[in-house]
């Protein structure tokens, strides 16, 4: 019998219903699973024999989801800062990885991405990369919940040769980690630039028959949608809604720029958007519509992309940044209030990946991705609303616990699955050899 944890935080709050907390509740974990949440003094009686651990000055919440990222990127971080997306990948990003990207750098580059996000309460990342076993093997070292997206595009890489051969990796890696309870995959087309008409349909049939999601870079900057005019006569949307990609099961990562019709097309399939604000402000790519689509039902939640392009790997700062950011381009400051900012970055994610019936907020029968932020500094005083706290005024250094499928992988601040010394000497290493060839 796995042994039972019974946590009494100062606040707890479930994310669902939206904007509730609860005060003098504890909630209790046994194995990977959340049993109850009740009233703490019940929970003192009830589970007596439980391991009890009172957070006297923390929120206790679902863990994040970065539901935009290419983990092992970390390792390029600050290669090549200030560019437009185009000439970032064309002249800088593109010939490093076809350098440098190997099984080893993944797995160092993915590790040390995700001692990073679990600092910051990351619980689960929907990736996309090369190398999908590494990213997969990291995932289970960090003890993280990872959706590892699997990348094809038309070209050579240094990974792939072409998109067959990308889909034939994508295929192998999967089923290495069939039964692996912190890892799955999806498929990731690069981008409508990147991947032909007839390669989009194979991968739509491919995801059906596997029933596993789809995740794709749309509709980043306008150079992608006017390149798109050029060569196909059609906005990427309108082609991918043309050629059936458009769907519940597709994650587009940014959705920068979308008209008042591509907004309401992408509401009608179900599409999933996650919203990169740092990365889309640092490569100049545009503001996204988030109040607008989320006005017309599209979810929408949150992901940082690369560490390359963000430059950090710092969900809680991008979902203040999410909220301000809404109020400023819709001009209206009700947009993305500090609730749903939260909701971004939890619940939505959940949603986006098919698992808010396991993850993305606290109810009894859920996987227990939790976490705990420490309240107590004079930079959260005074505390009138912790939610507001939480979102508007708090950093990473207040994660103090993060567990994932019921296991401590941070405590303290401490991480209890990696070796930060480790993650240190290896991105030392790689440093050396990228800057010096
Ligand atoms: C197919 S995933 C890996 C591939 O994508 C590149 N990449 C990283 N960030 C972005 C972005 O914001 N837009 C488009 N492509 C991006 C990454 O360097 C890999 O080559
Ligand atoms: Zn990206």
């Not at 439980?50 to 092992?72: C, D, F, R, V």
């Not at 993060?402 to 991105?427: F, S, Y």
Request: a negative charge.
């Amino acid at each position: 019998m796995s042994t039972t944890l019974c946590l009494h935080p100062r606040w707890l709050i479930p994310v669902e219903p939206a904007g509730l907390v609860l005060e003098n509740h504890a909630l209790v974990m046994q194995g990977e699973r959340i049993v109850a949440i009740l009233p703490s003094s019940e929970a003192r009686t009830r589970y007596a024999n439980a391991e009890h651990h009172t957070l006297s000055e923390h929120a206790l919440l679902p863990g994040l989801i970065n539901l935009h990222a290419h983990s092992a990127m970390s390792l390029l971080r600050g290669l090549a800062d200030d560019l437009a997306l185009m000439d970032w990948l064309n002249n800088h990003i593109w010939p490093a990885e076809g350098k440098h990207v190997s099984d080893q750098f993944v797995f160092d580059g993915s590790v040390h991405a995700m001692a990073e996000m679990i600092r910051g309460g990351t619980t689960t990342v929907n990736d996309m990369y090369f190398h999908h076993e590494a990213v997969a093997r990291a995932g289970i070292s960090a003890g993280m919940r990872t959706v590892v997206g699997c990348s094809v595009l038309e070209f050579p890489t240094g990974y792939g040769i072409n998109a067959d051969d990308y889909i034939k990796k994508a295929l192998h890696a999967r089923e290495q980690f069939v039964g692996e309870p912190l890892v799955s995959f999806t498929l990731a087309p690069h981008a409508p630039y990147t991947v032909a008409d007839e390669t989009f349909r194979k991968i739509i049939t491919l995801a059906e028959q596997l029933e596993i999601g789809i995740h794709c870079h749309i509709h980043e900057t306008r150079d992608e949608i006017d390149a798109s005019l050029k060569q196909y006569g059609v906005r990427p949307l309108e082609r991918l809604r043309n050629l059936g990609l458009l769907g519940p099961n597709l994650v587009a990562a940014h959705v920068v720029h979308a008209n008042d019709a591509e907004i309401a097309l992408l509401a009608r399939h179900g599409v999933h958007i996650a919203h990169n604000p740092a990365s889309n402000l640092k490569l100049a790519s545009g503001f996204a519509r988030v109040a607008a689509l989320q006005a017309a039902g599209v979810n929408v939640g949150i992901g940082t992309d690369g560490a390359a392009s963000n430059n950090k790997l710092d969900l809680l700062a991008d979902l203040r940044l999410a909220a301000l950011l809404a109020k400023a381009e819709s001009g209206n400051p009700q947009a993305v209030p500090a609730a749903k900012a939260l909701e971004m970055a939890t619940l939505a994610g959940a949603r986006a990946l098919g698992m808010d019936a396991h993850i993305g907020s606290l109810r009894a029968g859920k996987l227990a991705d939790i976490i705990a932020v420490d309240l107590s500094g004079l930079d959260s005083q005074p505390l009138y609303d912790p939610i507001s706290q939480l979102v508007y005024a708090s950093s990473r250094e207040q994660v103090s616990h993060v567990w994932i499928n019921g296991r401590a992988v941070l405590a303290d601040r401490e991480l209890c699955t990696l070796n930060a010394g480790q993650i240190q000497a290896r991105a030392h290493y790689w440093r050396e050899r990228i800057a010096t060839h």
